[in-house]
């Protein structure tokens, strides 16, 4: 589907939902019947997952893999060996190699925070996580551990009111239970 396809799509959930709530559809059990929420919450689940579409044809593959995830309930994990899109962008982002650089030692753990200028897809897909590091074979194993889970923004958190929008509405889906609070564990040897 195009982009263009997609936001129809979501654009046509929005319209059964508001033709459902409107009466224009036939209930068994009359208005907010448990079908309806059921209903409302599957059309919301599956507008997710057109958004997470939009965002991986925008660059934002992590970003997408991780909504879909967590619209399923499931936790997101790249082990060692396993090839995957964090891993490629971790090591070569900016924010990683400046943290490792300041380890002194083999075993380090400590906390790594992408920035939105180095790279938007980390920063809104991990933000802020944790990192170990331990040897392996002559260099070290990382394994970058967050979860996944959304902050009420306000106007003074410094973000554009479009990013505000998107991650207080994605607040508001994790809370009902739209969204599910995920964990992240990538693991790479570098």
Request: charged share 30%; with cysteine; net charge positive.
């Amino acid at each position: 589907m195009s982009e263009e396809e997609l936001n129809n799509y979501i654009a046509n959930i929005k319209t059964a939902c508001e033709n459902r709530k409107n009466g224009k559809v036939s209930t068994l059990r009359g208005r907010n019947s448990v079908s309806d929420i059921i209903f409302i919450h599957q059309s919301l689940r599956l507008a997710w997952l057109a958004v997470a579409e939009i965002a991986k044809r925008r660059g934002y593959p992590c970003s997408a893999q991780l909504i879909k995830n967590s619209i399923f309930d499931e936790d997101y994990e790249e082990e060692l060996g396993q090839s995957g899109v964090f891993k490629r962008k971790i090591k070569k982002n900016k924010d990683f190699k400046n943290c490792i650089k300041g380890f002194s030692t083999d075993y380090v753990s400590d906390s790594l925070e992408f920035q939105h200028k180095n790279s938007k897809d980390l920063y809104y897909s991990l933000h802020l996580a944790d990192i170990q590091r331990s040897p392996k074979n002559g260099k070290h194993k990382y394994h970058i551990h967050d979860t996944w889970d959304f902050e009420l923004w306000t106007k003074e958190d410094g973000h554009s009111l479009f990013a505000t929008t998107v991650n207080d509405w994605a607040w508001l889906c994790e809370n009902a239970h739209i969204l599910k609070v995920i964990k992240v564990d990538i693991y790479f040897v570098y």
